[in-house]
């Protein structure tokens, strides 16, 4: 199934992935307690889990309920494509122009480099459009992959019916796999596992909206997508609680931040070990107030639900997945525009930039909607196309000191 990768994309890999972390490490916002997620991502993408006894089941994406595989005692390992290397290792398996996002997590699949990934029993692989569609149906000649379907149109009855009827559906198969029953007990045991990690993830995107100086947008963001990096959760949840204390016990303030323009980045997701345009902004001395996160709306409220039996909670975890997933995919999205622009009121947002993944066009036929609602607000957007491929930094550069430069003109002139 894995072809050997090439040597040069295996060292360009390891490099991307080490170089990434110093510059994240040499933040000089890096909290104290921050190494236990460094070196959950070095283990993740660079060493193998020797512990095969937890079963481990692949998750393409964020949509699917985590929460029934934890109930079922097996391991999720999120496959999240966020590496250029990874997409280089795809080539013989994609057209060139498919999206950098499918291209990554093909590669990631097909090529080995993520060695925890070789040992899932199956793939769960939620299909939004086009390209996922082709994808399921390439890995699904080597491999167990069960594709999800996300019914484009929310508020139907039909559309949750089908959703909440192929959920029930994995939950058979993901049952066959491990070899357990999905239980009452050890459902409400996963859901509670779940929401005492998101809701440290909720308190850090708080405590960062207070005060963006206590920590950059490019370590929260990292920081989170640790998340989807351990096998341990309950280890990684007290970190957290740790890593927060320490936060909210920080008193920063940046004598420039008055005349910082405020930005927003939305648009396509950023994964790591991807941080470009986080990390650039930031270093031409942008202040990134906030960062669309996908399914954000899902860090709000806990899931409380408890006495309902093992079916109808299942269902109401499954529900919570999909309609809070606000996300450009479905149609319409006004729940989605109307919640960036709460946040960018909020936030004092000087300055929206879009950012836009080569071949990620459903954020791209959005652009024009979203430009329309901000300037409701007299808040200019600037879109930003880009791939992983590092090979447009300076054109970036160029591009985005200009707008921040605009931007700090504005607040200067005010």
Known sequence: MNKKVDERILDSYKNN?????KKLRQDQTCPKNSEYFFTLAENWFLKKNEDNKIPKI???????????????????????????????????????????????????????????ILDCKAIIAPVAYDSERKMVGMLSKDMEVYPVEIPPIKWTEGSKLKWIYQIDKIKSLL??????????KNLIQAVKLVNLAKLQIKQLMEIRRENPQIISASLMLFIMNTYYFNNDLRKWTYEMQILNEELKNTVKEDVN??????????????????MK?????????????DVEIEASKFYVDEIIHYENSSKDLLNYIALKHYLYDYSPYFIPSEHRIRSLKKIAREQNIKGVLYHILKGHLC????????????????????????????????????????????????????
Not at 175 to 184: G, I
Not at 277 to 289: D, F, K, R, S, T
């Open 58 to 116: 692949g998750l393409i994406g964020k949509c699917i309920p985590e929460e029934m595989i934890y109930a079922l005692g097996a391991q999720p390992v999120w496959i999240l494509g966020g590496s250029f290397e990874a997409g280089l290792a795809a080539d013989e398996y994609v057209p060139r122009d498919t999206d950098p996002v499918v291209r990554s997590t093909v590669g990631m699949i097909k090529s080995g480099l993520v060695p925890d």
């Open 363 to 414: 954020y791209d036929f959005e652009l024009e909607d979203v430009e329309e609602k901000f300037k409701e607000e007299g808040i200019p957007v600037f879109r930003i196309e880009t791939d992983y491929n590092y090979e447009d930094i300076e054109q970036l550069r160029i591009r985005t000191e200009a707008v921040i430069e605009m931007l700090s003109a504005k607040i200067i002139n005010h």
């Open 257 to 274: 931040s008055k005349i910082k323009p405020r930005i927003f980045v939305i648009g396509s997701p950023i994964y790591f070990p991807n």
């Open 175 to 184: 049952e066959k796999k491990t070899r357990k029953k999905m239980n009452h």
């Open 17 to 21: 992935i080490i170089n990434t972390l």
């Open 277 to 289: 345009i986080p990390l650039l902004l930031e270093e031409l001395g942008a202040e990134i107030a």
